[in-house]
């Protein structure tokens, strides 16, 4: 009887076993036909806990993706210690994905240093329907506040003639032009928002745009991009310490400024963007909507977000515009022959562009070479997503690499040398590139891209008409430095130009 009960136990572990087998055997080939249909991004072999770290240079981020790219394909993936990071290089392939798969691609990343930022409110790094509500807030009420209108462009004038007299100041001597081209574009700015602008020599407006253009050169230093991956490190960090003392500093200041125009609010005469959200968020109390997306979290951070964007992207494409003018001085020369022909004596318009081909073609070859966002601000994806035969999970982050755009080297003549016959016609007229990014594409391209082109194209001439740009005395057109200081944008090196008054 024991053996029978022996015999039958071994034939039953036999057939357990076999069947365990067989599972197994099964299982495996599923998840080989699953993860065939399935390929991830290719990408160079990471390293436990730190990635591929070592293989980044994190204080230009940028140009080593582009390397990698060459390597890997328009589609790969880094992994920036623990995290898998997908990274979208080249004209056509980032198009796709934030133009073709907008719903797929178009959530924000809020990294560790930009939940500093914003806590998850405001305009810019903020998801959800408080991203959506605030998104067509702004957008509506900026056009209404003169972006891309008439009002807005009698404001850029007006502020393009404090920039002069203070440029002007400087009786053609050498000088750096970085605080006054910033104060300008943030004035810009400040018109929108609060209905006013500020004197140049104001001490707290003057304090609060030197820190906004310090923060975005933090944000991008090669310290922050360490933090992101292991954000524990950050109260050890010197950088981290100095950045959150900037966000504090500039989060106190508006909120102040707010508080300013909530006492003397008039319903009747709405001065600027400030105004207009209190008026909804107290139209929304009066109803009894208490818990709208209208609070003063998301007012201060959409402020904050707005002169952060638009301040210092804007000031840096055009100092980046003067010195290319004093560095290819026959360009220059060529510009203000189009703008005294054109124009005359008086004053350059908006309307004036389609009339100014060769005018509008430095411009926009400024704003390609410039490159002042590199990288964009990462994107997350939605769902799971199928792109190019790639499988990318739900959740992943994404970098759509911006600079692998305006210098594919597939979509123009000169990718890497300052040259306006990238936008110019064997006619010699001007011609709209697609592979023109430098505003992202998409759900999340540049809510301010219509004001920043006016500003550009309204500061450049005018400053154009009134003065020729030159190295400063004992340096040649060559030894002007086109090598960009990194960060979050990427600024020209500190260096000083004559501007010689032309009347």
């Given at each position: 009887m024991c053996l029978l009960e022996d015999h039958l136990f071994q034939s039953a572990s036999s057939v357990t076993l076999l069947g365990a087998v067989v599972f197994l055997f099964v299982l495996y080939l599923l998840s080989s036909s699953t993860q065939?249909?399935?390929?991830?991004?290719?990408?160079?072999?990471?390293?436990?806990?730190?990635?591929?770290?070592?293989?980044?240079?994190?204080?230009?981020?940028?140009?080593?993706?582009?390397?990698?790219?060459?390597?890997?394909?328009?589609?790969?993936?880094?992994?920036?210690?623990h995290k898998k990071v997908v990274?979208?290089?080249?004209?056509?392939?980032?198009?796709?994905?934030?133009?073709?798969?907008?719903?797929?691609f178009g959530d924000r990343e809020i990294t560790p240093v930009f939940y500093d930022f914003s806590k998850g409110?405001?305009?810019?790094?903020?998801?959800?329907?408080?991203?959506?509500?605030?998104?067509?807030?702004?957008?509506?009420n900026l056009r209404d506040f003169g972006m891309g209108k008439r009002m807005s462009e009698e404001n850029i004038i007006q502020e393009c003639h404090y920039?002069?007299?203070?440029?002007?100041?400087?009786?053609?001597?050498?000088?750096?032009?970085?605080?006054?081209?910033?104060?300008?574009?943030?004035?810009?700015?400040?018109?929108?928002?609060?209905?006013?602008?500020?004197e140049y020599t104001d001490p707290v407006f003057q304090a609060m745009v030197n820190e906004n253009n310090e923060l975005m050169h933090l944000t991008g230093s090669a310290a922050i991009q360490v933090y992101n991956v292991f954000p524990w490190l950050g109260p050890w960090m010197k950088t981290w310490r100095l950045l959150m003392k900037i966000i504090e500093n500039n989060r106190e200041e508006i909120s102040r400024l707010i508080r300013g125009l909530k006492e003397t609010l008039n319903p009747q005469m709405l001065r600027g963007f400030i105004d207009s959200f209190l008026m909804r968020k107290k139209g929304l109390e009066d109803s009894g909507i208490m818990d709208s997306h209208y609070h003063d979290d998301n007012l201060v951070y959409s402020v904050m977000h707005l002169f952060a964007a638009g301040t210092d992207t804007t000031g840096n494409t055009i100092r980046w515009g003067l010195l290319l003018m004093a560095k290819y001085p026959h360009i220059q020369d060529e510009v203000q022959e189009e703008l005294s022909r054109v124009t005359g004596s008086r004053q350059v318009l908006v309307e004036?562009?389609?009339?100014?081909?060769?005018?509008?073609?430095?411009?926009?070859?400024?704003q390609r070479v410039a490159n002042v966002v590199p990288l964009s601000i990462p994107?997350?994806?939605?769902?799971?997503?199928?792109?190019?035969?790639?499988?990318?999970?739900?959740?992943?982050?994404?970098?759509?690499?911006?600079?692998?755009?305006?210098?594919?080297?597939?979509e123009w003549e000169s990718p890497h040398m300052f040259n306006p016959n990238n936008f110019r016609g064997k006619d010699g007229q001007f011609v709209k590139r697609d592979a023109f990014m430098p505003f992202s594409a998409g759900r999340r391209a540049c809510p301010g891209e219509s004001l920043a082109k006016m500003e550009v194209f309204l500061f450049l001439t005018s400053l154009l008409k009134r003065f020729r740009f030159t190295p400063p005395p004992g340096v040649t057109e060559d030894e002007l430095d086109l090598t960009p200081v990194e960060g979050f944008t990427l600024n020209p090196s500190p260096h000083q130009l004559c501007a010689v008054s032309r009347l």
């Open positions: 065939e249909q399935r390929k991830e991004p290719p990408g160079p072999r990471p390293l436990p806990l730190i990635g591929n770290l070592l293989q980044l240079d994190l204080s230009s981020l940028h140009t080593s993706l582009c390397y990698l790219s060459k390597k890997y394909g328009p589609v790969f993936t880094i992994h920036l210690g990274v979208l290089a080249g004209y056509k392939t980032v198009k796709q994905a934030l133009v073709n798969y907008a719903e797929e409110h405001g305009i810019i790094l903020s998801n959800g329907e408080s991203w959506k509500e605030m998104r067509r807030f702004a957008l509506t920039l002069i007299d203070t440029i002007e100041k400087h009786e053609g001597k050498a000088f750096d032009s970085t605080q006054a081209v910033n104060y300008a574009a943030s004035n810009v700015l400040s018109a929108i928002v609060y209905g006013d602008r500020f004036d562009r389609k009339n100014l081909p060769y005018t509008d073609a430095v411009i926009h070859e400024i994107h997350i994806t939605s769902q799971d997503v199928t792109f190019q035969g790639y499988f990318i999970k739900k959740g992943t982050p994404v970098i759509p690499l911006l600079t692998s755009v305006l210098n594919d080297e597939t």
